[in-house]
């Protein structure tokens, strides 16, 4: 994201946890940064480590369903989604709805979809099941979450792709220049 050039942007972060993306984005000269969690789980860990940073003043945390109500949130030079679309079942709503908020690049991880991840999160998915947790990981399709970006005019600008994570980030051709 460095790279793609962060002073001066904004962030939007989609399932920011404790915040480390944002933090980090703001040292390297974000703006502003907006963190959507589903959760409250994280937030007073998140407000601790912000107060820590100095950097409570530039971070706005909402706990919502960034997918059901996007409608309600302003889009973002840099949309972030790190390690969520596995954590949620509508890929295509919420991929959708995150590239259609970045300005100007969005930024995601993902699981690979190989054989061991499958069985390692098929036995993960297992365990939750046992422990009767609503929670599920998911692998969706690379090739589709690609896609669904691209239908909102984003294309790809960079894919890393690790032993287990895949990193993708895709950009709007207008700004991809400047």
């Known amino acids: 994201m460095k790279a793609q050039g962060v002073e001066g942007r904004t962030v939007l972060e989609v399932g920011g946890g404790i915040g480390a993306v944002q933090i980090e984005l703001l040292k390297a000269g974000a703006s502003r940064a907006l963190s959507i969690e589903l959760t409250p789980t994280y937030e007073?860990?998140?407000?601790?480590?912000?107060?820590?940073?100095?950097?409570?003043?530039?971070?706005?945390?909402?706990?919502?369903?960034?997918?059901?109500?996007?409608?309600?949130?302003?889009?973002?030079?840099?949309?972030?989604?790190?390690?969520?679309?596995?954590?949620?079942p509508d890929m295509p709503k919420l991929t959708g709805a995150a590239a259609g908020h970045a300005r100007r690049l969005l930024v995601m991880s993902y699981p690979r979809r190989t054989w061991w991840t499958r069985l390692g999160l098929g036995v993960s998915?297992?365990?939750?099941?046992?422990?009767?947790?609503?929670?599920?990981i998911f692998?969706?399709?690379?090739?589709?979450?690609?896609?669904?970006?691209?239908?909102?005019?984003?294309?790809?600008?960079?894919?890393?792709?690790?032993?287990?994570?895949?990193?993708?980030?895709?950009?709007?051709a207008s700004s991809q220049t400047a």
């Open 44 to 88: 007073d860990v998140a407000a601790g480590l912000l107060r820590e940073a100095g950097l409570a003043d530039r971070v706005e945390r909402r706990v919502m369903d960034f997918a059901e109500a996007a409608a309600e949130v302003d889009g973002a030079d840099i949309v972030v989604l790190n390690r969520v679309i596995c954590c949620y």
């Open 125 to 136: 998915n297992g365990v939750l099941a046992l422990m009767r947790r609503e929670f599920h």
């Open 139 to 172: 692998v969706h399709p690379p090739q589709e979450i690609a896609a669904t970006a691209r239908q909102h005019g984003l294309e790809p600008v960079l894919e890393q792709t690790g032993v287990l994570w895949t990193v993708a980030a895709l950009g709007r």
